[in-house]
């Protein structure tokens, strides 16, 4: 095993490893988005839909800023998240990192998959020159606090959000 960052981060997963994603994994990504079922149905992954996510990921890869990465064991996509990262002038002007979108497949958290996945985020947002690496989660989203909190990340902030559409 070398020590890149993803094999690094999945030393206690050995057949995980993390890389962006390409425009066919978007279905096996949506598959995991849609078993989120905390707030009503979000996303779906009924076809009909497809063109939409299909459609945000070519925005995504077009905008630069923002990747889009894949956990996978074998060929299975068992998680995956965006980190997003913009300069700012805070901090003398170093970069930030957002991770966002963070998803495991239900049957395979509490395996270490998460826990891979932010270690492997903040190395990257790392080695993209960003100053930390900052999340939101929801407030009723007990267990996903005490994860971030486990995962090194630190409550600072209060959070607002508006919906738009």
């Keep these: ?3 890149t960052p993803e094999n690094a981060a999945a030393s206690s997963t050995d057949a ?18 849609a078993t989120d079922r905390v707030f009503g149905e979000r996303d779906s ?21 923002t990747t889009l990465y894949v956990a996978r064991l074998g060929e299975r996509i068992v998680g995956t998240f965006e980190l997003i990262v913009v ?4 901090r003398h002007g170093r970069c930030l990192a957002i991770a966002e979108a963070v998803h495991v497949a239900p049957d395979m958290r509490g ?7 932010m270690e492997f985020a903040k190395a990257e947002a790392k080695r993209l020159g960003a100053g930390s690496l900052q999340l939101t989660t929801h407030l009723q989203r007990y267990d996903a606090h005490r994860f971030y909190e486990a995962a090194g990340f630190e409550r600072r902030h209060l959070g607002f959000k508006v919906e738009l559409i």
């Design 111 to 117: 395996r270490g998959v998460g826990k891979a996945m």
């Design 1 to 3: 095993m070398s020590s």
């Design 45 to 65: 992954d009924d076809p009909a839909y497809a063109h939409h996510y299909e459609a945000a990921y070519d925005a995504i890869v077009e905008n630069g800023a």
């Design 87 to 90: 300069h700012a002038l805070l």
């Design 16 to 33: 995980l490893r993390f890389e962006r994603a390409s425009r066919a994994d978007v279905p096996g990504i949506v598959a995991i988005l």
